[in-house]
């Protein structure tokens, strides 16, 4: 917009000489555009949705086969998200977002009160303690409750990263639409043990949609499962940028590293925020490109093949059936 308004202002100066005559049409333009973002906000309300540590009976290890949810796995979550998440969603460049954290009612009043801590000076950050996932659901459709004609929904979670940008591009994709699924499908990868490896990566249906809908009975994002986004037809993949980072680590439930080319730290830590502590262990700690190269190749044959394998599926509606 920028270069737009700077090309305004030398066309109505070179064309009036009028310096004050110029300003008043570049202000009157600032104006229509402000009234113009400002009245598509005013329709709906933005939500981005974490679980934090709800008791599951499907969710009791990890992939290394350690127990979930004890306070080592809680210490080190809080951790995470103090380092990652937290940062990142503070980072967004667009604020008109309100972001629900739900924990159990279980959490050890340590982690409470520090969690408490972290978050308070947030404004747009509530906190819930809830009695497990049998309430998640039922409990979010309570909090999305409000008077906007439409909604959208995101989710994260509490180990990963969102660019700055990630809000407000999701937000761009709003048009009135009854109901729409977007699937940010480029991000990266980062790697924290046993070893600091950062890679790009490409990955459909995955943690990051979001939902559109009209408010009326509104399902939000967390109906489904991100997996299952993969049977729904009103769903578009944005693939213009990078918009998220996946953090891998010891205690994660499923993942595994498995990003590649060369990619520096240094180029996208101003767009993907954490901590200053781990902005400068992640410059110092990352192992070079060379170390890595072969696992690289490896990563990014196996990253294409699923990527190119379900949309495949999905464009012969093979995920219809199943």
């Not at 409990?139 to 409750?145: C, D, F, N, R, S």
Request: proline fraction near 2%.
């Amino acid at each position: 917009m920028i270069n737009f308004v700077h090309l305004i202002k030398f066309y109505v100066f070179y064309k009036s000489n009028d310096l004050n005559f110029t300003l008043q049409i570049i202000n009157l333009f600032l104006h229509k555009t402000y009234f113009v973002f400002n009245k598509k906000s005013q329709m709906f309300e933005h939500y981005l949705i974490t679980r934090f540590n709800l008791k599951n009976p499907n969710w009791d290890v990890t992939k290394n086969n350690e127990e979930l949810l004890t306070d080592s796995w809680m210490k080190d979550r809080i951790w995470l998200f103090e380092n990652f998440c937290l940062p990142s969603v503070q980072s967004q460049t667009n604020k008109n977002f309100t972001w629900l954290i739900y924990l159990d009612t279980t959490t050890a009043e340590k982690y409470k009160t520090r969690i408490t801590d972290l978050t308070s000076a947030t404004e747009n950050i509530k906190l819930f303690f809830i009695n497990g996932m049998n309430e998640f659901y039922p409990e979010i459709q309570k909090a999305v409750t409000n008077n906007k004609p439409y909604l959208i929904t995101s989710r994260i979670d509490n180990d990963d990263v969102i660019s700055s940008f990630f809000i407000d591009e999701v937000q761009k994709k709003f048009a009135s639409q009854n109901f729409l699924a977007i699937d940010v499908i480029k991000g990266y990868s980062l790697q924290i043990k046993p070893t600091y490896i950062l890679g790009k990566k490409e990955h459909v249906f995955n943690p990051f949609i979001s939902l559109i809908e009209k408010n009326n009975n509104p399902k939000t994002v967390w109906f489904n499962d991100h997996t299952q986004w993969k049977k729904e037809s009103r769903i578009i993949q944005v693939n213009d940028k990078r918009l998220w980072m996946s953090v891998i680590h010891e205690k994660n439930k499923v993942n595994e590293f498995d990003g590649y080319d060369n990619v520096k730290w240094e180029a996208i830590n101003s767009e993907f925020i954490v901590s200053e502590e781990l902005r400068d262990l992640i410059s110092q700690k990352s192992i070079p490109y060379k170390d890595w190269m072969f696992l690289s190749l490896k990563n990014m044959l196996y990253v294409k093949m699923v990527f190119f394998s379900k949309k495949i599926k999905k464009a012969i509606g093979l995920y219809k059936i199943k």
